[in-house]
């Protein structure tokens, strides 16, 4: 009996110590068979987490940020105990025991699992669980997955520290509201540092990773404070916070910027606009999207905030006030339903969700609002941000006068005489305070649109390329297209410079006389008859007058005098166009290039002929604070030295190349002063000499207006994105010219100006600018001007140029000029007859003017 009982136990223990080594075996080869080809867990201790790249205006204060995932990365001796201690109790209380996985834990999710059939499956990772999960596994839900988990578990706790381990954790989780990392979500949900919050807020922070994307503190509240109030008492059990602190914060309210009991981070920065965007689209373009979007930049701009503000104002009100000349009511095109109008609460929560701009501010800010009811002669609007008041708020009838309605044939209604003409209960509009200039006091709201005319604005230092405004159109929320760096548009006459430069660069001079005379070339499209926006000719013109008053005719001749091969190099050397075509035209601006481009340019004239390249970064670190990026490369003379004297500055010595002569660049820009003191732009006045130059398309598609002080640059475009003529009275120097005017009036304050530098090894000469013939050193008058020449150069006087363009008999117009013309040499030594005058019409359209 006793061997019977022994052979038993004996049987029963045989079977259990086989079960355990089978189940070990087993154990060991599923640990082994998964544990091979797993992704390397000590690249960890690499680990770069993707951080936001961040924009900083030159006097540091941050501008804008960009990020796919937002996350601010914080090492782990700077982030706060408590706020460990708040995720390790939600998450993985014995954090600091386990070797990677908790045993205990795992098996009493099975043992729940099982109790419910499937139905109640909870988690029983650790935080080093997690962190292979969201590291180097993804986050599939299967057998196979947990246990890679736990082997890759194991071996990093032997190859990181737990504090390691804990900030990969804590800087890559997610937390709902695209907000990646404890740091970020901080300044989303409470707008503060770590070290600024409180337990119940940390403890809200560690509720997030059990569901971030359902755990929303203001539609999800009653869920989010639960979760919070259980993370707290575990804070408390576990000894990381006292029993009092528990029980005083659990009473506490669920406060977050969601609910509006802080402000958003995001109402420290200023709208994004032009210049920002455009920074994100070449940094992606030069260092690659992934990089710039991930890699952590600290980005130094160039822009002036200032003067981007001022810059978005003076193009916003030209543009407006060409709009409200057309009169035409277009309005916002967004409507709210009427049963979405029945209380304050149910339209303001639709006018919140309205796609209008909330970014312009002309004359004061502009707020969405929206059409309440309609009156006899006026309509009640609710406007957002702002209360009802006692009466509500109104458009009143004299408010709509200028404008009539555009229907839907695309056709344009009668004149509005009354509010209700133009506007319909549910109708989406932009308003604005209409206010007393004496005191600013309030008068009225008065209803405002987006011009359907864009354009484009830019100003930059003409010595260093660093742009300092740039707007790209009327509003960056209704349209993020940049008409400064994206809108290809012919520039027209203010493309002449680039003509005049090759000219002078060739033996020309500002006293050099070129016939202005009709025109006719033979093209495949036919016959082509150029003209001048005058519909006048002039006879022989000095250089100089032919660009003040941006006759085309003259142009054409010069162009084929120099070579369009030899102006198309200028182009392309001073970066206007890549490859510019070789035909007549585009002496006159018919070739499309960018404002960007033109107004850099621009600088190589005002900086006596020095390359410059435009940039919108200063500086460019990476996320450890190395510089990757610096634009001025110039040497800086005596910055090494510990001290200077009081009166003296560090020497700053230009290593740039040379694009043109210096005596060019000086000729060319005393030649541009005269279009503004005397030619096509004669509204402009700042205070400091102006050289520029006015450029009007064809039907007035396209007016420019691009010129420079002795050391800032700026352009202006204007036009409709789908170009179309824009109507009598539409030029460069009426349009474009008050904007240029408005800017550069408070550049000036900041930035000063002077006279134009005169270049060494030349002297001035008196001429008449009407006939180019030399006067006397004491001449004076309205015909005299100075011009400048070289040392060693004797000019000529007296020769004309006429490109070698004969004037054929049939020409409708050359009878008249024989009339009252004169007899002329050309340059291939026939004669031919000019005169100055030809009546509209006698010339066909083709030029720019």
């Known amino acids: ?130 962190v292979m999960k969201n590291f180097l596994l993804g986050g599939e839900r299967r057998i196979e997955r947990k246990i890679k988990e736990i082997i890759l578990a194991t071996r990093v706790e032997q190859t990181l520290s737990k504090e390691q381990i804990l900030e990969l954790y804590m800087n890559e989780i997610f937390l709902g509201q695209n907000s990646y990392g404890v740091t970020a979500a901080a300044q989303t949900y409470f707008n503060k540092t770590l070290s600024e919050l409180s337990p119940h807020e940390a403890a809200t922070l560690a509720s997030m990773p059990k569901a971030p994307g359902k755990f929303h503190p203001v539609r999800n509240k009653e869920r989010v404070l639960a979760r919070r109030n259980f993370v707290l008492k575990e804070m408390s059990e576990n000894g990381y916070i006292t029993e009092a602190a528990y029980l005083a914060q659990k009473e506490l309210p669920l406060r977050s910027v969601q609910n509006g009991d802080f402000e958003s981070f995001k109402s420290a920065l200023p709208p994004r606009d032009y210049f920002t965007d455009e920074i994100r689209r070449q940094l992606s373009r030069d260092f690659g999207e992934e990089q710039f979007f991930s890699g952590g930049m600290t980005v130094r701009a160039t822009v002036d905030p200032d003067l981007q503000i001022k810059a978005a104002e003076a193009l916003r009100r030209g543009l407006e006030d060409y709009d409200r ?53 006026d309509v009640r609007i609710g406007i957002e941000g702002v209360d009802e008041g006692e009466d509500g708020h109104w458009i009143i009838g004299k408010d709509v006068t200028w404008a009539a309605p555009l229907l839907e044939d695309d056709k344009v209604g009668r004149k509005a005489k009354n509010a209700p003409d133009l506007l319909n209960v549910g109708d989406v509009v932009l308003v604005r305070a209409l206010t007393k200039d004496e005191d600013g006091s309030f008068v009225r709201w008065t ?56 000219a002078l660069d060739s033996g020309y001079s500002p006293a050099t006389i070129v016939i202005d005379a009709p025109i006719e070339v033979n093209t495949p499209q036919g016959l082509w008859r150029p003209k001048n926006s005058s519909n006048k000719f002039y006879g022989p013109t000095p250089l100089r007058t032919g660009i003040e008053q941006s006759r085309n005719l003259m142009t054409i001749r010069l162009a084929q005098e120099v070579g369009m091969d030899v102006i198309a190099n200028y182009a392309e050397r001073f970066g206007v166009y890549d490859d510019m075509g070789q035909f007549l035209a585009n002496s006159l601006g018919a070739d499309e290039t960018t ?107 396209d007016v420019w207006f691009v010129g420079f002080s002795s050391n800032i640059v700026a352009g202006c475009y204007m036009g409709h994105d789908n170009p179309r003529p824009l109507g009598r009275g539409a030029y460069g120097g009426t349009m474009c010219g008050p904007v240029f005017a408005e800017f550069m009036k408070e550049a000036v304050q900041r930035y000063g100006g002077g006279a134009f530098e005169v270049p060494e090894g030349g002297r001035f000469i008196k001429i008449d600018r009407f006939t180019g013939e030399r006067l006397p050193d004491e001449a004076s008058g309205e015909a005299v001007v100075a011009e400048f020449f070289r040392d060693g150069e004797e000019p000529l006087f007296g020769i004309t140029f006429d490109g070698g363009f004969a004037m054929g008999a049939n020409l409708p117009l050359f009878n008249e000029v024989q009339e009252v013309g004169q007899e002329v040499t050309t340059s291939t030594g026939r004669t031919t007859v000019v005169g100055p005058k030809a009546s509209f019409g006698s010339v066909s359209s083709g030029g720019l003017y």
């Open 1 to 130: 009996m006793l061997r019977f009982i022994l052979s038993f136990f004996g049987g029963i223990f045989t079977l259990i110590t086989l079960g355990i080594a089978v189940a070990a075996l087993s154990i060991g080869s599923i640990f082994y068979i998964y544990g091979r080809d797993l992704p390397s867990h000590e690249a960890l201790a690499q680990y770069t987490p993707p951080t936001i790249s961040r924009i900083y205006s030159g006097e540091g204060r941050m501008i804008d940020e960009f990020a796919k995932e937002r996350r601010l990365f914080t090492p782990a001796e700077e982030i706060p105990d408590l706020v460990k201690y708040a995720f390790i109790s939600a998450e993985d209380k014995n954090f600091y025991t386990h070797k990677g996985y908790d045993a205990r834990g795992i098996a009493a999710a099975a043992v729940e699992a099982v109790r419910s059939r499937g139905q109640s499956v909870r988690g029983a990772s650790t935080i080093t669980q997690q």
């Open 325 to 377: 000349k057309q009169g035409v009511w277009r309005g916002t095109g967004v409507t709210i339903p009427a049963d979405q109008l029945g209380s304050e609460e149910a339209w303001r929560a639709a006018l919140a969700e309205a796609d209008v701009p909330r970014d312009i501010t002309l004359n004061g800010k502009w707020h969405p609002a929206v059409v309440l009811r309609q009156g006899n002669n």
């Open 447 to 502: 209803l405002r649109q987006v011009p359907e005319i864009q354009g484009g604005f830019m100003a930059m230092d003409v010595n260093t390329g660093r742009v300092i405004a740039m707007q790209g159109g009327f509003s960056y929320q209704h349209s993020v297209f940049n008409r400064t760096t994206q809108a290809q548009r012919q520039p027209g006459s203010s493309f002449k410079p680039f003509v005049y430069a090759a």
């Open 595 to 701: 404002l960007y481009k033109m107004v850099a340019a621009y600088a190589m004239f005002a900086n006596g002929g020095e390359r410059v390249e435009p940039t919108l970064v200063d500086r460019i670190q990476d996320r450890y604070g190395q510089t990757i990026y610096r634009h001025d490369q110039r040497d800086c003379v005596e910055c090494e030295l510990a001290e200077l004297p009081v009166d003296q500055s560090p020497r700053i010595v230009s290593n740039r190349a040379r694009v043109m002569d210096e005596t060019t660049a000086y000729q060319l820009t005393s030649m541009m002063k005269g279009v503004v003191d005397r030619g096509t732009a004669t509204n402009i006045r700042v205070g400091v000499p102006i050289a520029g130059k006015t450029g009007t398309t064809n039907d007035s598609r």
